[in-house]
C-alpha cells in the first residue's frame, strides 16, 4: 500500500508539473504571495486540484486564534474564489 502511496504522489507531482508547463497554473509562490496579502496564518496544506475543467489550490491555513481556513485559489489567477472556516 505504501508504494501505491508514493506513485500517486509521484504522479500527482508531473501532473502539476505539467500544468505549469503550458502555463494552465501560476508558480506556487505566486499563489502562495497573494493568498498571504488576504489571510493571515500559517499555511499548512496544499493541495492542487481540478474541477470542472479549472485548476483550483486548496490551501489550508492556521489562522490566528488557531482557526483553521480552507482557501480556495483560482491557480491560474490567484484569485481567492472561496474561504471556508474562520
Known sequence: MAGDEVSKKAEDHDIALGALARQEVLPLETVLS???KTISGEIVGIEL???SGVWVYQIKVIAPGD??????VDARTAKVIETRGQ
Open 49 to 51: 486540484e481540478r474541477n
Open 34 to 36: 497573494q493568498v498571504r
Open 67 to 72: 482557526n483553521m481556513i480552507q482557501a480556495f
